[in-house]
């Protein structure tokens, strides 16, 4: 709610991942806030949409708003509860985290789910709530930094007997590239898991400065890498520092539509 969402939309990029959601023990959904003056949300419970008019506005404003670039909106979780909701009830439409997922995609005209799982790696229950969401109507979406094994896993669970790339259900990968995935490299990604990928960068920051990025240096990494190995296109990861630092988001994203026009 405090992002500068007219700069963000109409600045280039065409996809947008909102960090973070989580599901709780009783498959509710919650919004977690890492910015200071916000604070966290419960946005659906028991099957219904609970977050409020102006949070569902400002998020369906991402797509719709006046000038804007972006075709499309994720939002991005991490793994809790994930295993235990699919043992117990199961991933059935009848099921509160379906029926709460469902409600949420309506609210804010979501169209994928993103798994930035960096703890449990079960394959088994990953695959199987991929495939609930994907009943639901989302695509689904991945953003490993390390344990190429089991993201292969499951990539290959989850787009079993789906041979054409528009029929995918996991459809991108967001492969991060700082941090604990500084030393990853995209082509080396590509040919474990059998998909093209999506290398992200952070961008200037003052919580990890060391792993920071201006637009220049991103533009020759990503250069460099969509040379060697024809990405399928290249990201960021902007924890609000983008506007915390002064910086511009219309720079950074000609980075992109520069290097994957």
């Given at each position: 709610m405090k992002s500068n969402t007219t700069a963000l939309t109409t600045s280039g990029f065409n996809t947008l991942i909102i960090f973070g959601l989580g599901i709780l023990d009783n498959g509710d959904?919650?919004?977690?806030?890492?910015?200071?003056?916000?604070?966290?949300?419960?946005?659906?419970?028991?099957?219904?949409?609970?977050?409020?008019?102006?949070?569902?506005?400002?998020?369906?404003?991402?797509?719709?708003?006046?000038?804007?670039?972006?075709?499309?909106?994720?939002?991005?979780?991490?793994?809790?509860?994930?295993?235990?909701?699919?043992?117990?009830?199961?991933?059935?439409?009848?099921?509160?985290?379906?029926?709460?997922?469902?409600?949420?995609?309506a609210a804010w005209a979501l169209d994928a789910v993103n798994n930035d799982d960096e703890s449990i790696y079960d394959a088994a229950s990953t695959a199987a709530f991929a495939a609930m969401l994907g009943a639901a109507g989302y695509r689904y979406t991945i953003a490993p930094y390390t344990n190429t094994g089991f993201w292969a896993a499951v990539v290959a669970r989850v787009n079993a007997g789906r041979a054409a790339a528009s029929d995918l259900l996991l459809d991108r990968v967001y492969l991060q590239c700082y941090d604990g995935g500084a030393g990853n490299d995209p082509g080396g990604w590509q040919g474990a898991l059998g998909m093209k990928v999506v290398p992200l960068l952070w961008v200037v920051n003052d919580s990890k400065p060391s792993q920071g990025t201006t637009a220049a240096q991103a533009r020759a990494r990503f250069a460099a890498w969509n040379q060697r190995d024809a990405l399928a296109g290249g990201g960021f990861w902007n924890d609000y520092d983008i506007e915390k630092m002064g910086l511009s988001y219309k720079e950074y994203a000609s980075v992109l539509t520069s290097v994957f026009p």
């Open positions: 959904i919650k919004y977690y806030s890492n910015t200071p003056g916000s604070q966290d949300v419960l946005v659906a419970s028991n099957g219904s949409y609970v977050g409020g008019d102006a949070l569902a506005a400002k998020v369906r404003s991402l797509k719709s708003g006046a000038g804007s670039t972006v075709q499309r909106v994720e939002i991005s979780m991490n793994a809790q509860h994930v295993r235990e909701l699919m043992a117990r009830p199961g991933p059935g439409a009848d099921t509160p985290l379906y029926r709460n997922f469902a409600a949420l995609r």
